[in-house]
T-cell receptor, first 112, second 115 residues
Framework: SQTIHQWPATLVQPVGSPLSLECTVE??????LYWYRQAAGRGLQLLFY??????ISSEVPQNLSASRPQDRQFILSSKKLLLSDSGFYLC???????????FGSGTRLTVV | AQTVTQSQPEMSVQEAETVTLSCTYD???????LFWYKQPPSRQMILVIR??????QNATENRFSVNFQKAAKSFSLKISDSQLGDAAMYFC????????????FGKGTLLTVNP
C-alpha cells in the first residue's frame, strides 16, 4: 500500500539553529512531492515541489530550502531558523492529476 | 493564474442536519480537477471528494456530495446527516494543469457540529 511518513511530529528550535524535516513515500515510484506550510489558523502555502530526483522548484523566496536525494525522499532544511518559520509543515505526494494529494501527518515547528 | 475562494470562514450545523460549504474558483483551463479536503483537529489532511471538470455528474461519497456548476465556476460541498466527527477545517482545492500537479487551496472553512 502507498504510505507517506513525515517526521518529527513536533519540534521546538531556537532562533538561528538549523532545521531538517524529512518525508519519505512508500508503495509508489516517481511521485511528485510537495512541502506546504500552514500558519496558525489557516490556509496552506506551497513552499517547494519536486517532479524528480534533484529537481526542486521554489514557490516562495524564503529562509528555507528543499532537496530530493532519492526518488521517494524529500527534505526541508534551513541553515538558520527565524521566528517567522514557525508553523505546521506538511509533506504530500501525487502521481496523477486526478488523484489529488496524499498528505503526511505534519510537523509542528515552533521557533523560540 | 488560478484562484480558489472560500467565502465562509466559519460555519456551524446541528448534528443530523445538512450543511453546504461554498467554493468558487477561477482558471483559464478547460480540463481540471476539483477537490475537498478535511482537516480535523489532528491536522491530518484527508481527501473527502473529487470532481473532474469534464464529468457533468456531481460526485458523491456516502454523506458527502458536491454541486459542481462549471459555468459559474462553483464547487460546493454538501454534508448530509452531519456527525460530530465531521467537525473540521474544510479546504477546497483546484488542479488545472501542468505536469507538476500543483494544487491551489482556498483559505478554508471551519465547520462546527453542535450536538
Amino acid at each position: 500500500s502507498q504510505t507517506i511518513h513525515q517526521w518529527p511530529a513536533t519540534l521546538v528550535q531556537p532562533v538561528g539553529s538549523p532545521l531538517s524535516l524529512e518525508c519519505t513515500v512508500e508503495g509508489t515510484s516517481n511521485p511528485n512531492l510537495y512541502w506546504y506550510r500552514q500558519a496558525a489558523g489557516r490556509g496552506l502555502q506551497l513552499l517547494f515541489y519536486s517532479v524528480g530526483i534533484g529537481q526542486i522548484s521554489s514557490e516562495v523566496p524564503q529562509n528555507l530550502s528543499a532537496s530530493r536525494p532519492q526518488d521517494r525522499q524529500f527534505i526541508l532544511s534551513s541553515k538558520k531558523l527565524l521566528l517567522s518559520d514557525s508553523g505546521f509543515y506538511l509533506c504530500a505526494w501525487s502521481v496523477h492529476r486526478g488523484g489529488g494529494y496524499t498528505f503526511g501527518s505534519g510537523t509542528r515547528l515552533t521557533v523560540v | 493564474a488560478q484562484t480558489v475562494t472560500q467565502s465562509q470562514p466559519e460555519m456551524s450545523v446541528q448534528e443530523a442536519e445538512t450543511v453546504t460549504l461554498s467554493c468558487t474558483y477561477d482558471t483559464s483551463e478547460s480540463d481540471y480537477y476539483l477537490f475537498w479536503y478535511k482537516q480535523p483537529p489532528s491536522r491530518q489532511m484527508i481527501l473527502v471528494i473529487r470532481q473532474e471538470a469534464y464529468k457533468q455528474q456531481n460526485a458523491t461519497e456516502n454523506r458527502f456530495s458536491v454541486n459542481f456548476q462549471k459555468a459559474a465556476k462553483s464547487f460546493s460541498l454538501k454534508i448530509s446527516d452531519s456527525q460530530l466527527g465531521d467537525a473540521a477545517m474544510y479546504f477546497c482545492a483546484l488542479n488545472s494543469g501542468g505536469s507538476n500537479y500543483k494544487l491551489t487551496f482556498g483559505k478554508g472553512t471551519l465547520l462546527t457540529v453542535n450536538p
